[in-house]
């Protein structure tokens, strides 16, 4: 039996390990299936399928899609999607810019409110990937105004803080559509961090989501019970991951999760 983990970030997002650290990293725990999900990006894909085929670890085309449901920011995981298509590249591109302007717009927000932090150091931790509020947290800390990335998000990056700046979103159904057209499926993540999510992941499935992510850091036994078998009784697929951010959020989850390949199938025979 092997092992798996869907759910990963490295610097080409708003995480803080390379490709090659997070299959490295991966590995010595004994997963053998990785998923690299940044979000809007697909680089890190690209950057490590070589080096992923050379280690005997199986890698899943991946990305992690923030959407609007309801007015709800929902994520959701994409898979095993022909990760050449022409659409989903052209419209991950068109986020990224769009994401490195919103960050832009909440340094000048907060630079107004007193806080001196720099665009350009909010670039350089960005790296060209998908810019992201963890981006800005850091330079936040880095400059001494808070003590965590929490901390940044709690006082002025969360939802209705004093920084936040909305970002543009995909709708549910034109993700589905998307993933699907380039022959992939997608997943609910982190099932339990929706307010009402009890009532919301169903409407999901009825949206054309195609599972849910029951194995996840923030989704304890009871929900992961609950959405088992809501998934099993809608004909669904269930998925799982660490949602690994490196050193970004307190704690490195990379190895806490561990997914047999019996649950994976539907995924892994798209490969
Ligand atoms: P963005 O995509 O720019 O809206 O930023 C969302 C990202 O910030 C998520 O993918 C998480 O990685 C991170 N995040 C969200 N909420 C928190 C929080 N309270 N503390 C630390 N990181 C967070
Ligand atoms: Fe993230
Ligand atoms: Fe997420
Ligand atoms: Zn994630």
């Given at each position: 039996m092997r092992y798996a983990d869907l759910h990963l970030h490295t610097y080409h997002s708003d995480g803080t390990r390379s490709p090659k650290e997070v299959i490295d990293v991966a590995q010595s725990h004994g997963l053998e299936i990785i998923a690299i999900s940044d979000h809007d990006n697909l680089a890190a894909y690209y950057e490590i399928h070589p080096y992923a085929r050379e280690r005997g670890v199986t890698l899943i085309s991946a990305i992690e899609l923030s959407c609007l449901f309801?007015?709800?920011d929902v994520h959701i995981l994409a898979y095993a999607f022909d990760p050449h298509d022409e659409r989903i590249d052209a419209r991950l591109r068109g986020f990224r810019e769009t994401r490195a302007q919103r960050g832009h717009a909440i340094v000048e927000r907060l630079r107004t409110l007193g806080y001196d932090i720099k665009a350009e150091r909010v670039d350089q931790l960005a790296g060209g990937g998908a810019?992201?509020?963890?981006?800005?947290?850091?330079?936040?800390?880095?400059?001494?105004?808070?003590?965590?990335?929490a901390e940044a998000f709690d006082k002025l990056l969360g939802t209705g803080k004093p920084g936040y700046v909305e970002k543009e979103r995909f709708r549910v159904s034109e993700a589905v559509s998307l993933i699907r057209g380039a022959g992939g499926v997608t997943s609910v993540a982190h099932p339990t961090l929706y307010p009402d999510h009890e009532r919301l992941v169903p409407k999901l499935l009825d949206g054309g989501i195609d599972g849910i992510e029951v194995m996840h850091p923030d989704v304890d036994a009871l929900n992961r019970e609950r959405y088992t078998n809501l998934a099993r009784f809608r004909g669904k697929?269930?998925?799982?991951?660490?949602?690994?951010?490196?050193?970004?959020?307190?704690?490195?989850?990379?190895?806490?999760?561990?997914?047999?390949?019996?649950?994976?199938?539907?995924?892994?025979?798209?490969?």
């Open positions: 309801e007015s709800v810019m992201g509020r963890p981006h800005v947290a850091r330079a936040l800390v880095e400059a001494g105004y808070v003590a965590s990335v697929m269930t998925t799982g991951g660490s949602d690994d951010h490196g050193s970004v959020k307190t704690s490195e989850t990379l190895g806490t999760i561990k997914v047999p390949e019996s649950m994976i199938g539907p995924i892994l025979e798209r490969l």
